[in-house]
């Protein structure tokens, strides 16, 4: 329960209605006026999405806390500012930024364009100074009235001071026959809330009379010291030096304590009101306490607080860098972890162990999905200098994973390249390598670039033909030839990968090569087994704590059983690898209750999020989708766009059984336009399935075509000519009925959107109105603006318009 904002009756009022009447308002006041706490009070009974900013210096570091705290992400390609617009449109939450330095971050002008590009967005910032801009409205919060000495000894000052001696322990004071010291100690604090807390404590401690007769902040926290013992006074210094809230764990570290001796010093702190207890346990401090603790530490409270973190990291992260789940304990203090890590890098001395720690904690945040704090401190690992060479090579290698999640998924080639700088100087130059190429070949998969996927995991093997990356580098090969139908080699590889399950080693391996024997059992219609075998993976998943394998095996599990009760995740936290593949299967399930609208608009997101992503098989999943979603809706012309489209991407990619999905789609969409080839493109999807003993499924079963006779120039063997794709495409083309317009080469997807902007409509209008996201209006209006040469909406209206007004 929070404590009453006492005397604050009319401040709470006019923040109320400065919220009512502006979607941005900047509290101001000085340190130690209760802001934040007239904030929560607020967000007591509002939804809030709450920010500590107090310790972020950058715009960036803003933007990703906000972000985070929304439990939003950005897409490959965007802008914080863009994602952080679409986080906040059209939610009804408050966003909160608690000590935000408007000054040192320079936040104003980004917040203005916000609200500027949103409806409904509604921002509160806690400050010392405000932002002058235009959408801002500001409530000053003042000290606490302090009684006159000829006023009344009474007030919420007063309230105040006496609550916080009671609670400190202190003697009942005697208004009448104590009144000048009390009137003496609450001049002193300027009628600051937090002055007053501590002048209470003090005066609890040692009494009325000898309580400080001048007081500041800083001569409040100084006092405060003092009169603490010299383990306390030493707890307040090091805790100060943290920017971060700690569990007790790290608490007995920093300090050199047993666990329930820490406990006991950090409980004093509490009471003291110099100590912060959050909803998790965790310990930390109001940015102002924090300031002087900070200065008065000494030389041996920094050394001790490092070594301390660096000690319990060291106890904390697995023995071996391969080992680590997702439910490891030490990620509920993973500040502490970065700090520790950093920390350690940044020093040469301790850079080897620093690089080590970071090294073992990699798979705990690999498999909980932590992409973007894997990628942070690996990055920040790396600017911090070389480490030694054999983990300088895993180091980088790990960094570039986490960036192709994060950024996209050739954006960590770079990082690929540095390690194989790095192994060079390893003592076993040929192990690092074949690590980093087996890593390129999962990046070469993500993309659906089959050919050099399949082509780096050979490479990984050969250099390295009994290291430890043959067990992977192998099930990527499984993955490789169960896309291209390859399922005898597909099988064998699978079955490579799984040897030595009772190892700790690297239990994902077994999983995901179980999961890709499931995916040929589905292809080849025995989908019993299918089922067993995707169930056997996710239940064993969550006993091991590997939420990414689990959570892909499970996805694919929602297609094939209906009764099975999915884990709950928030997709926004999610990596794209993994993401990607979940919303599409949302869009499937919605497509199954009859809400084709949201179907389709989902796939759409889908498309656009794997497209910026350059995740390739995804991008062709959800078009197969999208396709499907369309034809049900009518639209005969976006569906036949999005089967080309996607029929081009196969071909590309050398996925012969998606390609006949896309032509059973197709076959579809020609006997609705009652078109001859219907039984022919029908015929030429079984002739891609026939070689490969592979079956209808999905969607695939939904168009009952017979199949006739495939024209001898689309086939080169069991594949697809190269010539198919515009014989194909031919099929579908109409006549001009219309004289040329820039606007033909558009898409129907693009059309609409160009329709709407025409019309006025803001992004996220045409998003409701299209069923998709924003996100993906934003990308059609790029697509949009790069085929005709333009760059404004005002311009694209306009060019609209100039066609319709030609119609007529």
């Known amino acids: 329960m929070l404590s009453p904002c006492l005397g604050r009756d009319d401040v709470q009022r006019a923040l109320n209605e400065a919220i009512d009447e502006s979607r941005w308002v900047t509290v101001v006041g000085p340190p130690g006026s209760g802001k934040t706490l007239l904030v929560r009070h607020v967000a007591e009974v509002a939804p809030a999405s709450w920010v500590d900013a107090r310790n972020l210096r950058t715009l960036d570091d803003v933007l990703v806390a906000a972000l985070a705290s929304l439990e939003s992400e950005t897409a490959p390609g965007d802008s914080l500012t863009g994602a952080l617009g679409r986080a906040v449109d059209g939610r009804d939450t408050l966003l909160v930024l608690d000590g935000l330095d408007l000054d040192a971050t320079d936040a104003g002008p980004v917040l203005q364009s916000v609200l500027e590009s949103t409806s409904d967005a509604r921002v509160v910032v806690t400050a010392r100074t405000t932002a002058g801009q235009p959408y801002e409205s500001v409530v000053r919060v003042g000290p606490l009235p302090v009684p006159t000495p000829r006023s009344p000894l009474e007030g919420p000052a007063v309230e105040l001071f006496l609550k916080r001696i009671r609670s400190a322990g202190g003697q009942q004071v005697d208004l009448a026959a104590q009144a000048h010291e009390v009137r003496r100690l609450l001049s ?208 980088a290698r790990r960094a570039g994973i986490a960036a192709s999640e994060m950024r996209g998924t050739y954006e960590g080639l770079w990082l690929l390249d540095r390690s194989d700088e790095h192994a060079s100087s390893a003592p076993r130059p040929e192990e690092q390598l074949a690590k980093t190429a087996s890593i390129r070949a999962e990046m070469h998969l993500d993309a659906g670039d089959l050919v050099s996927a399949e082509s780096e995991a050979k490479r990984a093997i050969a250099l390295d033909p009994e290291g430890s990356m043959r067990r992977q580098a192998t099930r990527t090969l499984a993955d490789v030839y169960a896309s291209q139908g390859r399922f005898a080699e597909a099988t064998r590889a699978a079955g490579e990968a799984m040897p030595a399950r009772a190892s700790r080693d690297e239990r994902w391996i077994d999983l995901s090569a179980r999961t890709v024997l499931a995916r040929i059992a589905l292809e080849q219609g025995r989908i019993a087994e299918a089922v067993a075998g995707t169930r056997a993976v996710v239940v064993e998943a969550r006993e091991l704590a590997e939420d990414r394998v689990g959570l892909l095996a499970e996805t694919m599990l929602r297609g094939l059983d209906p009764t099975w009760e999915p884990t ?192 006025g409509l803001t992004s996220r209008k045409i998003a409701e109105e299209l069923f998709v996201s924003p996100r993906t209006v934003d990308a059609h209006l790029t697509h949009i603006y790069r085929k005709l040469d333009i760059n404004t909406r005002a311009r694209l209206a306009a060019l609209v318009m100039e066609q319709s007004q030609r119609a007529l």
Request: charged share 25%.
């Open 188 to 395: 002193a604090t300027g009628g600051l809330p937090l002055l007053i807390e501590q002048v209470a404590v003090q005066s609890a401690l040692v009494g009325l009379s000898n309580a400080m007769s001048t007081v500041s902040l800083d001569q409040a926290v100084d006092s405060a010291h003092d009169l603490l013992d010299d383990a306390s006074a030493t707890a307040l210094r090091r805790i100060g030096l943290l920017d971060f809230p700690v569990g007790l764990g790290v608490l007995a570290e920093v300090l050199e304590l047993p666990v329930p001796d820490a406990a006991e010093l950090a409980g004093g702190l509490v009471r003291r009101s110099l100590l912060e207890v959050d909803h998790r346990g965790h310990f930390d401090m109001l940015s102002p306490i924090r300031g002087r603790a900070r200065a008065l530490a000494r030389p041996g409270d920094t050394r001790a607080v490092d070594a301390g973190l660096l000690r319990w990291a060291g106890a904390n992260v697995p023995e071996h860098d391969n080992f680590g789940a997702a439910d490891a304990a030490w990620l509920r203090d993973l500040p502490a972890m970065r700090h520790a890590v950093l920390a350690a890098c940044a020093d040469p001395a301790t850079r080897a162990e620093g690089y080590s720690l970071a090294n073992r904690i990699y798979s705990s945040l690999y498999t909980s999905m932590r992409a973007r704090e894997a990628l942070e401190i690996l990055e920040g690992a790396i600017a911090s200098g070389d480490g030694p060479p054999a983990i300088g090579a895993q180091i």
């Open 568 to 759: 709950e995740v928030n997709r926004d936290t999610l990596p794209w690898a993994v993401r990607l593949p979940v919303l599409a299967q949302d869009g499937r399930d919605l497509l199954a209750r009859g809400e084709t609208r949201q179907a389709a608009g989902l796939a759409a997101d889908v498309v656009a999020l794997a497209d910026s992503a350059r995740l390739g098989r995804d991008g062709v999943e959800a078009r197969l989708l999208l396709g499907r979603a369309l034809v049900d809706l009518g639209d005969l012309d976006q569906a036949t766009t999005t089967y080309l489209t996607a029929l081009e991407q196969c071909r590309t990619m050398r996925l012969p059984l998606r390609a006949a999905d896309v032509l059973d789609g197709l076959a579809g969409v020609a006997r609705a336009r009652e078109l001859p080839e219907a039984r022919a493109l029908a015929a030429a999807a079984v002739a891609l399935r026939a070689p490969r003993m592979a079956v209808r499924w999905g969607y695939s079963a939904d168009y009952d075509i017979s199949p006739g006779t495939a024209p001898e120039e689309w086939l080169d063997g069991d594949d697809l000519s190269a010539d198919a794709l515009p014989l194909i495409t031919a099929v579908f083309n109409r006549p001009a009925t219309a004289p040329p317009s820039a606007l033909d080469a558009l898409t129907a997807a693009e059309r609409q959107v160009a329709d709407r902007v025409a019309h």
